[in-house]
């Protein structure tokens, strides 16, 4: 059975520019509270819209072992034309509280690992992966892993420094970024689900799938992935509607 979700508010302790249109945040949550998730999760953000409550899920971008050593919980949101709760975000300063409510979802990595794991995302898609791959390290997992991040121009790639970082770091660490619109980009720039099937070819077996992104690349990617043959059992999404 799903978690009781908790209400806690934050303190924003840190905002970091990784594009000119998506922000890194760090929430702090006050000591003592019970801030449990799973890594892969997502919380939500509660504001008022015409005086009526609203709320917008955002997917946790860091390993639960931050809220265990600092209580910290980091968020990766992309300002939309327009949005009212990405625009929101993008108007607060350090210091400033926000209230909150955790944990959802199910997009949680399968345990025993039992596959190797692949991880596919586009744009802020790649925020729950992060926190995925970051837990799987801290647990000393030994299957390989593949991040396939597909993005519009290679300045879009998020966090890039620490994926070249982690794959010097761990040879079972695959990292595929793929560039659709690169101005002097050399590296590969197919679609991420074809970029799945260049990779995986003919293999079905012993693959973990965990796709994130916008609807038509998660619907995409399942094409593909059934096209594959791959079992749907193996087949894991978190769709950011
Ligand atoms: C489980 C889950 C996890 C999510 N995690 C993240 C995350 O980690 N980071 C993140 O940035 N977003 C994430 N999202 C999306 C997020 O919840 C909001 O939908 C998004 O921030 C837009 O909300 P808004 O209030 O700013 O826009 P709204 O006011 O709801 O929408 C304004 C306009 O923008 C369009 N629009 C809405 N969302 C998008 C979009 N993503 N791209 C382009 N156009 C859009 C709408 O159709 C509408 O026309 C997640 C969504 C889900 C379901």
Known sequence: MAEKPRFIDARLVKIDSLTSTVKHFVLEYPQGTDTRFAAGQFLMVHLEKDGKPHKKPYSIASSPSLTQDKNHIELCIKLVEGGFVSSFFFGLKEGDVIHTSLPYGVFTVREPWEED??????????????????????????KNLWLIFGNRYETDILYEKEWKALAEKRPNFHFIPTVSRGKNWTGETAYVQEVVKKTFGGRTQGLDFYGCGLVPMCQQLKAALFEMNIPKEKIHFEQFT
């Not at 992060?130 to 030994?142: D, T």
């Open 117 to 142: 794991l692949v991880f596919v995302g586009t744009g802020t898609g790649v925020a729950p992966l992060r926190g995925m791959i970051q837990n799987l390290y801290e647990k000393n997992c030994a």
